[in-house]
């Protein structure tokens, strides 16, 4: 058998190729950001917990349900964590070309597949700490398991495609303009808080929803909360919105991607 | 078979656009193998990575019928921060070979010792290409891309390369670029010059190294 590139391309074959690729892009990753000294790969989680954990505690003592009867553990792990998800996706494809350009010269290895990669493990990262903190602090009894986990899935699944087809296009763009890296930074900041994580839609006025649920991550983040509150909370979002941004996103990003893979040169 | 059809490589400078590659024309059947010859800047090593895959043409197409290397004991395809060890199994695990065999024809070829465990940012630049080559070795590639200025190394490491290529892989098909004629008569079947972007085909290598005597002062 010949192992390094198939004389001619089946659908199984290349499925094959692609699983290898991002199986070792994924090991390497790890090793160089995470390295094999004291907890290692575990810090892909842990550094996420310690930010949850720490805005959590934030937003109790500031109080930050604005005195609805939501409880606070759950509002601000289910807020943040969602922060988390869609934001470190789209973060670390910001230099995910550059430093990687010399495995470009392994063939099967494409721009693609760096950017997926980062976001499989940001997605991995943000879900093992969602789920670590979620079952901790219900052990602990400062919040409820979720009424419906089906639909937290849901929404959560949803926020994970649009972090990354938005990490796909910022990655892209990236690649294209370093004014786009320069950006990038400062507006996800400011997107925070418009978000949806710090407050729910229905405590605003009729003609701010309005404009914040043009966001589409707010449309998740509502969907995730209903999910884990039931009907203790009003939500507002429409999941077909959601959807369909994600999908315009996915395309222009993979469009993206295809364009600035033409453009990369290699050192 | 590689072939590669009308061919052009630009790339953007502040001063517009300058064409690297002009419409290049070349076809290489398996176990063949066929130099090319370039003074420093005709282009060489943008075709070599045109045919590895790592950068994309402007215009024309590459169709690859055959395996191809990366280019051969060029360090700059592997990671800084990984070791030795590690940047062995990155290889491996991308073109699907299994890497416990390797370790001991990979440990002898370089001679790293200890230092096969470490990261590769603390090894010398010999010792990069050592393990540069050996990685190379490492996949049974069809065809070897040969960027002659990339294998730099003292007289032993050049025998031993000798050895492992031209020897023992000598069913395979290689391209190799250099601006060395002498290097392309000693190893080559046949012979190309890279000259102000075009690539000249000749059916002998005596001819190209006249021509490249001529067209080049």
Same mark, same amino acid.
């Given at each position: ?52 954990? /720490? ?69 991995? /990262? ?103 509150? /039931? ?37 | ?217």
């Amino acid at each position: 058998m010949d192992p390094a590139a198939p004389p001619e391309t089946s659908l199984l074959r290349s499925l094959a190729v692609q699983r290898r690729v991002l199986y070792a892009l994924m090991m390497r990753e790890i090793i160089t950001r995470f390295g094999r000294q004291n907890l290692g790969v575990l810090w892909v989680f842990v550094e996420p917990m310690i930010f949850t954990v /720490g805005v959590a505690a934030l937003w109790t003592a500031l109080g930050m349900n604005h005195g609805s009867n939501i409880p606070i553990v759950a509002f601000a792990i289910t807020g943040y964590s969602s922060v988390l998800l869609w934001r470190n996706c789209t973060n670390h494809s910001l230099g995910a070309v550059a430093s990687n350009l010399n495995l470009l010269y392994h063939r099967n290895v494409r721009v693609i597949d760096i950017f997926l990669v980062r976001s499989m493990l940001e997605i991995t /990262g943000a879900t093992a700490s969602f789920a670590i903190l979620s079952i901790l602090s219900i052990s602990m009894g400062w919040m409820a398991p979720p009424i419906d986990p089906l639909q937290v899935l849901f929404g959560w699944a949803l926020l994970a495609w649009f972090g990354t087809s938005l990490a796909l296009l910022i990655g892209a763009a990236a690649a294209y303009s370093h004014i786009v890296e320069k950006l990038w930074p400062p507006s996800a900041y400011l997107l925070f808080p418009l978000s949806g994580a710090a407050f729910m839609v229905d405590w605003l006025p009729t003609r701010l929803q309005e404009i914040v649920l043009l966001l589409p991550m707010v449309h998740a983040v509502e969907i995730l909360r209903e999910g884990y509150f /039931g009907n203790v909370v009003r939500t507002h979002y429409d999941a077909g919105y959601l959807a369909a941004f994600c999908l315009v996103l996915s395309l222009v990003g993979l469009y993206m991607v295809r364009e600035a893979a033409r453009r990369v040169e290699a050192q | 078979m590689i072939s590669i059809e009308d061919v052009c490589k630009t790339y953007d400078t502040r001063f517009g656009p300058r064409t690297v590659l002009d419409r290049v024309n070349l076809r290489l059947e398996r176990g063949r193998n066929v130099g090319i010859l370039g003074r420093n800047g005709a282009g060489k090593s943008t075709l070599i990575r045109l045919i590895s895959g790592a950068e994309h043409p402007t215009s024309g197409r590459i169709r690859r019928h055959m395996s191809v290397s990366w280019p051969l004991a060029f360090g700059g395809a592997f990671q800084v921060h990984l070791t030795g060890l590690d940047n062995l199994k990155f290889v491996c695990r991308i073109y699907g070979v299994d890497y416990k065999p390797l370790i001991p024809f990979v440990e002898d070829f370089t001679e790293l010792g200890v230092y096969f465990r470490e990261p590769v940012h603390h090894y010398s630049n010999g010792m990069l290409t050592r393990l540069a080559f050996a990685l190379s070795m490492a996949v049974e590639f069809d065809c070897f891309l040969i960027d002659e200025a990339m294998v730099v190394g003292d007289a032993r490491f050049h025998e031993r390369c000798h050895v492992e290529l031209f020897q023992k892989r000598k069913d395979r098909a290689f391209i190799l670029v250099t601006h060395d004629p002498e290097v392309i008569r000693l190893y080559c079947q046949s012979a190309c010059v890279l000259h102000q972007g075009r690539l000249h085909t000749f059916d002998s290598v005596d001819k190209a190294y006249d021509f490249y005597q001529s067209s080049t002062p």
